[in-house]
């Protein structure tokens, strides 16, 4: 089965970090562009950031570029989101998902999501 | 780059629903669907201006035309409500964009 599990969200102070993973199976992890977007709490969707398949490419949504860094490790079938100085307006489920073909291709299969609460 | 979507669209059941996402000359870029429902995780239910996943029902349909995408949901089921988000790639600016969405009810 074709499947993406996110996990890593929680509490955290503003200023303060946390990694989100995203575990990947059932497809050839290695060759799909990834995504991340969050979805605040009673609001629309936000595309966060994506990544190529090797990892050379990546682009952020301005409000998080110097602050969050996408990565993976196909190896591990894994997709991450560190997210550092984190602040209110960063509360949201965040979602992982998969990109088919290029860069411009759609999001076909989503995780459950994770939450995650800046708050103090 | 913002893609405009109504807020709200009602219909009964059976009847069709449209929705639309509009921006200048969306034509020129290649949009998908998705569908939200309470608490679930989005949904893709159109791709690339007119596909179709495998699993999504025929009744679903998209074009893209001018300055305006449409999601066209035929014969109308309870079931059909849900949040609507369009999403483009903007090649410019490297960005995903998505539309507001849009609050389908069915009457």
């Known amino acids: 089965e074709v499947q993406l599990v996110e996990s890593g969200g929680g509490l955290v102070q503003p200023g303060g970090s946390l990694r989100l993973s995203c575990a990947a199976s059932?497809?050839?992890?290695?060759?799909?562009?990834m995504t991340w977007v969050r979805q605040a709490p009673g609001k629309g969707l936000e595309w966060v950031a994506n990544i190529e398949q090797d990892g050379s490419e990546k682009y952020y949504v301005d409000s998080v570029k110097g602050r969050f860094t996408i990565s993976r490790d196909n190896a591990k079938k894994s997709l991450y989101l560190q997210m550092n100085s984190l602040r209110a307006e960063d509360s949201a489920v965040y979602y992982c998902?998969?990109?088919?073909?290029?860069?411009?291709?759609?999001?076909?299969?989503w995780g459950q999501g994770t939450m995650v609460s800046v708050s103090s | 780059q913002v893609l405009t979507q109504p807020p709200s669209v009602s219909v009964p059941p059976g009847k069709t629903a449209r929705i639309t996402c509009g921006k200048n000359?969306?034509?020129?870029?290649?949009v998908h669907w998705y569908q939200q429902k309470p608490g679930q995780a989005p949904v893709l239910v159109i791709y690339y201006d007119t596909d179709r996943p495998s699993g999504i029902p025929e009744r679903f349909s998209g074009s893209n035309s001018g300055n305006t995408a449409t999601l066209t949901i035929s014969r109308v089921e309870a079931g059909d409500e849900a949040d609507y988000y369009c999403q483009v790639w903007d090649s410019s600016s490297h960005h995903v964009v998505f539309g507001g969405g849009t609050k389908l009810t069915v009457l």
């Open positions: 998902a998969r990109v088919t073909g290029d860069v411009s291709g759609a999001f076909d299969i």
């Open positions: 059932g497809f050839t992890f290695s060759s799909f562009w």
């Open positions: 000359n969306i034509e020129s870029k290649s």
